[in-house]
């Protein structure tokens, strides 16, 4: 694992806008947001990303996510929330340390969602096989 950008922040070598911190989680206003108040939550234990963090601070994170995301929402005085991870290069994960976007969303704020791809036919059966064999 790297140090990151984000294990700077957690040791206090580069600045951020912390917004809340316990023993096991840090949470800071994004720098390039989407909206003011587009905040990340991370774990304090080094993880990449879904694939490696462990299931301990997987819990910590997302109950900091939830306890988080309606104080984002009132706090930037955002119409609702978008709850995001990236998860790899090609999903677009730029800071290889496990972190959850909470976005504020406005209306009317141009953030556009993914436009999805209905299945061939057979298709999705297919795919939810091949899901299910892993399992």
Known sequence: MEDTIFSKIIRREIPAEIIYEDDDVLAFLDISPNNPGHTLVIPKDLSTNIF???????????????????KVREGAGADAINI????????????????????PRIKGDGFKHWAGTPYAQGEMRAVADAIRATL
């Open 84 to 103: 995001q991870m990236n998860n790899g290069e090609i999903a677009g994960q730029l800071v290889y340390h496990t972190h959850v976007h909470i976005i």
């Open 52 to 70: 490696d963090i462990s299931q301990d601070s997987w819990r910590k994170v997302m109950d900091v996510v939830r306890m988080l995301a309606p």
